[in-house]
């Protein structure tokens, strides 16, 4: 095992950079996942790491050895794709056992590591098929089981969980952390789907557009995290955006008037008269019944809405409401057990210890 550091690594294709001074280390034996919309740079991460792709510029150390001029096929990373690509001709055993013998291990020895690998990853029972009999996530286990069986120092994982349906990959991805767990290979995995990142990530680098955004523990990215891009992108459904004013104490949505807390008032004086975002997130609005308006105080924050649109989720209800004036349709975590019908005015407050305000233009977190 080995940890994993890139130092101002810099790709471009023709003269625009795909990624730019990207810079993080991974330590021995952690999980880290790489997360960001597609084309912002995740794939040709991970493939410079593995050696497929040659950085433009900058240093990438696997251990303590600089590998920017070494192949990829004596780093030692063993890297699995979306599509998986095992060879149809052979059986799994055989799959398994590929990459060990171009490594001329002795047949003995590869066959005791086929079958301790096979039984940890619950395809023993698979050995004698080929890959064309097999299920998705079958399929799925064997090119992870390829991977491991050849003990590497680091493995990267490419969405390997893509081509899965939804409920062999929520299962698959429990598999997979079981198994980090067990192995404990530095692993580095790359997805846009940030259920994947929240869930098995020790750390989470969040990238956009080719840059590194944030780079945090799950948890402490999504209650801080440092501008709108990450804000929105961690959380499901989204952290919802209002625009807003801030004057004199006051942020205004539309027409209507929320009360800031003495902590915003400090923090935003730089920023009176001046248009900004509001995020809140769907938990963190309560729907109160309707009763009448009457004058905001000091310490709540209430907006009167509109409902679109009522989703019963069994757990949960999500609603969508309108807020006037401001063109945007919000999304509420409402309890199973709210009874509201689309067309009704309703009443919501927003916790006003998970308001966020970033500004407009740089998306920057102001509060
Ligand atoms: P996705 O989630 O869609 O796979 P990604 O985040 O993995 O996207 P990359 O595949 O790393 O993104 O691509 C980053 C950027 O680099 C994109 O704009 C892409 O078009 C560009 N790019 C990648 N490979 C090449 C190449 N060989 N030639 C030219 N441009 C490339």
């Not at 009522?310 to 309890?335: K, Y």
């Amino acid at each position: 095992m080995a940890s994993v550091k890139l130092e101002n690594i810099t790709r471009k294709f023709n003269s625009s950079a795909a990624i730019e001074n990207i810079s993080f280390e991974v330590p021995d034996g952690e999980f880290w996942v790489l997360v960001g919309p597609s084309g912002c740079g995740k794939s040709t991460i991970l493939r410079t790491i593995a050696g497929l792709e040659t950085a433009t510029s900058g240093n990438l150390y696997i251990g303590d050895v600089l590998v920017n001029n070494i192949p990829a096929r004596q780093r030692d990373v063993a890297m699995v794709f979306q599509n998986y690509a095992l060879y149809p001709h052979m059986t799994v055993a055989q799959n398994l056992a590929f990459g060990l013998q171009m490594r001329k291990f002795d047949g003995k020895k590869i066959q005791k590591r086929v079958e301790k690998v096979a039984r940890s990853l619950d395809i023993f029972h698979l050995l004698d098929r080929k890959p064309k009999q097999l299920s998705g996530g079958q399929q799925q286990r064997v090119a992870l089981g390829r991977a491991i069986a050849r003990e590497p120092q680091v493995f990267l994982l490419d969405e390997p969980l893509s081509n899965l349906d939804a409920q062999l990959r929520d299962d698959t991805r429990a598999e997979l952390k079981e198994l980090h767990h067990r192995v404990g290979i530095t692993t580095i995995y790359v997805t846009h789907d940030q259920v994947e990142a929240m869930t098995l990530a020790d750390q989470i680098v969040i990238l956009n557009q080719g840059k590194i955004q944030q780079i945090g523990a799950p948890q402490s990215i999504y209650a801080r995290p440092t501008n709108r891009m990450v804000a929105t992108f961690l959380g499901s459904p989204p952290m919802n955006i209002l625009p807003t004013t801030y004057q004199d104490g006051w942020l205004r949505v539309g027409e209507q008037f929320i009360a800031c807390p003495p902590s915003f008032k400090d923090k935003l004086k730089l920023n009176d008269g001046q248009q900004l975002d509001l995020g809140i997130r769907p938990e963190n609005i309560e729907i109160i019944e309707p009763q009448p308006v009457r004058e905001s105080q000091e310490d709540e924050a209430k907006l009167v809405v509109d409902v679109k649109v009522v989703e019963p989720l069994g757990r949960e209800i999500l609603v969508r409401v309108a807020v006037p004036q401001t063109g945007v349709v919000m999304n509420i975590q409402a309890p199973a057990n709210w009874r509201g019908n689309v067309g009704d005015r309703i009443y919501v407050k927003l916790d006003l210890n998970q308001l966020f305000i970033f500004n407009i233009t740089t998306g920057e977190t102001i509060y």
